[in-house]
């Protein structure tokens, strides 16, 4: 595993103005419903700004919740490469044991290409009803629900389409994607390590749960930017490139093209089509935008349900600022944002250090759900709060395990274990404790209320975790590649 820097320059020297980056982070920033945790923007080949908002950090791999999905397709687009796979294959085909089990003529004539493209003619997403049929096998469970519409006429963004081509990929290749991926992909863009959660058989999911630091998101848009080239090397034939990045299917039914917006432009072979280029994104803010106009890609991870709005920023603010020749006399103005983009950091919780008054009755205190169970979080059954030598520990216990956590004074208090997180907040009165939980490898913030006044908490999620679990599954999984 050769993990290399990626070659920078000043913005300036890249036609990049950087009063426009920072008039992004700037709103960014004043967004009350978007939690930044990393930028990257490369233009003409080289890094011209990054900046992680403390506590995360450039080195910690990142949830990238449906990002996953443009790692799957690279991994597809390989195997097309070798003759491993063909799109145009029957899906049935790569699974000869279900092939007694799957009479519907549609679910027969669904080819590699249309779930690709999530074009399968179902008309919604089937995760669930997957499973239900068959927890052991979701692609048997998935081609046993028969579309509604032919393959290749319909988009419906539906996670087993590309759970089903990653498991195709696992099946002809021998490997996992992680493992396929490694001498193809990584090692030659010079990508760390990464982890991708698994489903109970072992496979990798392929449509979520790769864990990759920001870096490895802009290296994969730079790899797609320059049509498989990385490194000088060619890794990725440009047909696979324009093939994976061009609209297959609509995604928007009806709505005139003026009023569109970036999830209404078309889809790909799991990538989106976008009002300015092209993207791999994923849930909460997790985007790989690439943008050919401009010689441009833009990674960034975040916590938002407002991910629209993350995207209008970059195209009101970053987009002007790319302009066609290199600046002269930015030397002030590129070393100002540098220093702004060093020193970036997430306010911290409000609270008190320490109760203004009777910290003995905090301290050994033991907190159960408000209203007999914590709707956030079910398995969490109690808060406990103590103090010690180093300060004051919180102790979360789920289903009999117990997660402990120091509470520092101010600012965020970090940790690598028992599992990478921050903590921040304090004491809002003498009656009062909020602390905010940061899951620093993924999107995910839990903030907890403890009343001394009746010995309850409760729990909520600023983003909610999308592959459930206890709170100790929020983090990469361990045997990374």
Known sequence: MSVRTLPTSTPADRGVDASGVHAFLDALEAAPDIEPHSLMIMRHGRLVASGWWAPYTPERPHLLYS??????????????????????????????????????????????????????????DTVHE???????????????????RDPGTVFAYNQPTTYTLAAIVQRVTGQRLTDYLRPRLLDPLGVGAVSWLRDRAGRELGYSGLHATTDAVARLGLLYLREGVGEGVRLLSRDWVELATRKHIPTAVGTPEADRG?????????????????RGDGAYGQFCLVLPEYDAVIATTAATVQMQDLLNLVWTHLLPAFGPEPRSGGEQSDAALARRLARLALPPAAGA??????????????????????????????????????????????????????????????????????????????????????????????????????LTFTARWLTQPLHGGRLRSLRAPRGSV
């Open 67 to 124: 990002l996953s999905k443009s790692f799957t397709a690279t991994a597809a687009g390989f195997a097309l490469a070798e003759g491993l796979i063909g799109l145009d294959d029957p899906v049935i085909s790569y699974f000869p044991e279900f092939e007694a089990d799957i009479t519907d003529p549609r679910s027969r004539a669904m080819r590699v290409r249309h779930v690709a493209s999530m074009s399968s003619g179902h008309l919604a």
């Open 130 to 148: 997957s499973l239900a049929l068959d927890p052991e096998e979701p692609v048997r469970g998935f081609l046993l629900l028969p579309p509604e």
């Open 262 to 278: 970036d999830w209404e432009q078309g889809y790909g072979f799991q990538f989106w089509r976008s009002r300015h280029g092209y």
């Open 353 to 454: 250090s320490a109760p203004p008054e009777r910290a003995e009755a905090w301290s050994g205190a033991r907190f159960t759900p408000a209203g007999g169970v914590c709707a956030a979080q079910p398995g969490l059954a109690s808060v406990g709060v103590s103090a010690g030598a180093d300060g004051w520990t919180l102790t979360l216990t789920e289903d009999g395990e117990r997660l402990e956590l120091g509470l520092g004074p101010g600012g965020w208090h970090s940790a690598e274990q028992p599992l990478p997180t921050a903590v921040s907040g304090g004491w809002a009165d003498a009656r009062t404790l909020k602390a905010h939980v940061a899951f620093l490898e993924t999107p995910h913030r839990l903030v907890l209320t403890c009343s001394l006044d009746d």
